[in-house]
DNA sequence: TACAATTTTTAGACTAATCTAAAAATATTT
DNA sequence: AAATATTTTTAGATTAGTCTAAAAATTGTA
């Protein structure tokens, strides 16, 4: 139906008017997408055309209801797939992207939906970003971020803000990843770093710069 | 590493060989792929620079082994994902090739073999053609047809010859697929049709063009 | 062996996606 | 508001893969 670099443009726009409201530029998707500005007016000009988005000259896009279904689906065939290679192929979170970002562009709706039965139709991918359903409805979990807790609180690691494997290499190495339960034992006034305890016994020091990037849900 | 079309190329390449011996032609491949006499010589030339085939003009195209090694994998990769759609997400067994011929071009030797494992490294795909190993050796199984078979004789279905959808839903019709055990009850001399019992109860009447395109392992 | 038929290759053109370099529009600064 | 800087678009070229139509080579036949 529509090609690979289609599905990819349209996923780009779509992540990036999740973050900020209003009109992309040109230069936005340039840098979300790794390539140059001349390239992106030439697709933007032909997704205009298909009708999956609004484009006018200097102006910037936005995505079309048809648009955005286009890449709704394909951040859920993304995010099943992450979900297949962590949890029947035992990837490590931090190795299943590069694989899903293929993955997502085979074309079968069966293929998607067997899928998702085969994994129990998942909530959440390893990263603990919600899976769409399969008529592109997102379930926000209601999350905030480690950094923002008070010294006691309890939670439990739902997913990350920073999504680049060296931080997700991090969070393998000091042993932390959605599910771990937390307990903020102190927060260091001086650079704000959290003291604090995994899963009720290990006890661990971690900078403001990585609680920042851990999404939480308060346990209650 | 090889782009789509090229693996695509060197698998159809291979399939060739394997029949006949000798060179392949320019439009023996062109057949095979569903394109024109020009595209291939095109494409031939570039897969002969890259030293993946042997190429002498007028003369047709031999794999080197470089290319016959990429032709495997290929398949390796075919039949690992048809086992999958069929053994983890019930496809049924004419279902699994269009996915399948999507599926085998996801670029990851590691998701290859965590697959492999995952499936607890099958010999064989749902219709019964042999998986390549990792370094590229295929074991045959030892089959004959099914109408090679006399009056008596008991045999297990393996796999088939003809590989079309068509074929592959009138055996799913009648309920014959690997697995299956066979009795050859009669063999009726008019017009070489076969009676039948399979898995010791069914009674059965085949075409002798049916039993011409069932492999079967005979059972001793 | 020569003529006809078939196969294969070449030449030139097309599409999708990309690029560089230059031009045009918009935004910012003084 | 004019000058400058930045962003965006256009123009023209490139690459991979494909095509049609014509030319060249090979094969078959009389």
Same mark, same amino acid.
Request: proline residues 2%; positive net charge; contains cysteine.
């Given at each position: 139906?529509?090609?690979?670099? #289609? #599905?990819?443009?349209? &996923? ?9 409201? !209003? #009109? $992309? ?35 910037? /896009?936005?995505?079309?209801?048809? *648009? ?26 931090? #190795? ?17 939906? &067997?899928?998702?039965?085969?994994? !129990? ?6 990263? *603990?970003?919600? $899976?769409? !359903? ?17 010294? *006691?609180?309890?939670?439990?690691? /739902? *997913? ?18 959605? !599910?771990?339960? $937390?307990? /903020? ?16 016994? $290990? ?6 710069? /990585? ?10």
């Amino acid at each position: 139906m529509y090609s690979f670099t #289609e #599905e990819n443009y349209l &996923k780009a726009i779509y992540k990036l008017s999740d973050n900020k409201a !209003g #009109e $992309i530029t040109t230069n936005a998707i340039a840098d979300a997408m790794q390539t140059k500005a001349a390239s992106v007016t030439d697709m933007v000009k032909k997704l205009a055309e298909k009708q999956l988005l609004k484009y006018e000259k200097y102006k910037g /896009v936005k995505l079309s209801a048809k *648009g955005r279904k286009v890449a709704i689906d394909t951040v859920r065939k993304h995010r099943l797939w992450e979900t297949f290679l962590h949890n029947k192929l035992n990837f490590k979170w931090d #190795e299943v992207h590069e694989i899903a970002e293929q993955l997502e562009h085979i074309q079968s709706e069966t293929l998607i939906d &067997k899928l998702d039965d085969f994994l !129990g139709y998942p909530a959440h991918d390893p990263h *603990g970003d919600p $899976i769409p !359903g399969k008529n592109g409805e997102i379930k926000m979990h209601d999350v905030v971020t480690l950094s923002n807790l008070k010294k *006691g609180d309890r939670c439990v690691v /739902v *997913g990350v803000v920073d999504h680049r494997t060296i931080f997700l290499k991090h969070l393998q190495k000091i042993n932390l990843m959605p !599910g771990s339960k $937390i307990q /903020v034992s102190t927060i260091n006034e001086f650079d704000q770093s959290h003291n604090i305890k995994v899963n009720r016994n $290990i006890e661990l020091q971690i900078s403001f710069d /990585v609680a920042k990037n851990i999404l939480v849900k308060i346990d209650s």
